[in-house]
Every structure is written in structure tokens, then in C-alpha cells.
């Protein structure tokens, strides 16, 4: 399939964890940065975290740095978002997307610099 394909998603009380997982068969996943977004209801998609092909360095928004640790297996040509200590505003619908191009240097947080979407995973935090 050419779009990424998200998993892992889940409902957890606040405080817990949970991983998702980013595959595609058609990219291989270290040639591209790939980002992960989320978009709650009634909220615009934002960009929280990426990570980059050729360096491998990550970006985080401010909201999720020290709790959310994006990583890549290429043997599996899988993208992996670790969650932890989540809350309930991290309740939304998560998505993965790869970059419009390859081997770029870094990665971005904005949705403009991704060309292919997943369909997003729900994660649902209760308090």
C-alpha cells in the first residue's frame, strides 16, 4: 500500500502508556523523515514530533517533549511513538506521515512538508 499504516492505539487511564506503530510497504521508512500528528475532536491536526532520515534527529512540540520518544526499527521499516504518562488531552486520533521528499536534512512539525497519510490510530485518555 503507498500510505503509512498506524497501530497500537488504544484506551488508557492518565499516567499510562501505550505504542504506535508506523509501517508501509511501499517507502523504505529510512530514506524519508516521517512525522507524527494527532488531531482531537473538534481541534486542527498538529504536528508533535518527527524524525529525520539522514541524521536521525528528532523534534518534539513542547506538549509531549519528555514524555513521547519517536524511534525507527529498519530491519522492521517501522516507525515507533512511545507514549508515556499520558493525559487526557493527549485523546485524540494519531496519525503518521511520510516526507514529501527524501534524504532531506531534519525533519518539520508543520502537515505542508508530508505527501502521505495514514488513516490515524485513536488513543482515548480518562482521568
Known amino acids: 500500500q503507498s500510505q503509512p499504516v498506524e497501530s497500537g492505539g488504544g484506551s488508557v487511564h492518565s499516567g499510562g502508556s501505550l505504542r504506535l506503530s508506523c509501517k508501509t510497504s511501499r517507502f523504505t521508512l529510512n530514506y524519508y523523515a516521517i512525522g507524527w500528528f494527532r488531531q482531537a475532536p473538534g481541534k486542527q491536526r498538529e504536528g508533535f514530533s518527527c524524525?529525520?532520515?539522514?541524521?536521525?534527529?528528532?523534534m518534539y512540540a513542547d506538549s509531549v517533549t519528555g514524555r513521547f520518544t519517536i524511534s525507527r526499527d529498519n530491519d522492521k521499516n517501522t516507525v515507533y511513538l512511545e507514549l508515556n504518562n499520558l493525559k487526557p488531552d493527549d485523546t485524540a486520533t494519531y496519525y503518521c506521515a511520510i516526507d514529501r521528499q527524501a534524504a532531506r536534512s531534519g525533519c518539520a512539525l508543520s502537515l505542508m512538508e508530508y505527501n502521505y497519510w495514514g488513516r490515524g490510530t485513536e488513543v482515548t485518555v480518562s482521568s
Open positions: 524524525l529525520s532520515s539522514k541524521d536521525d534527529s528528532t
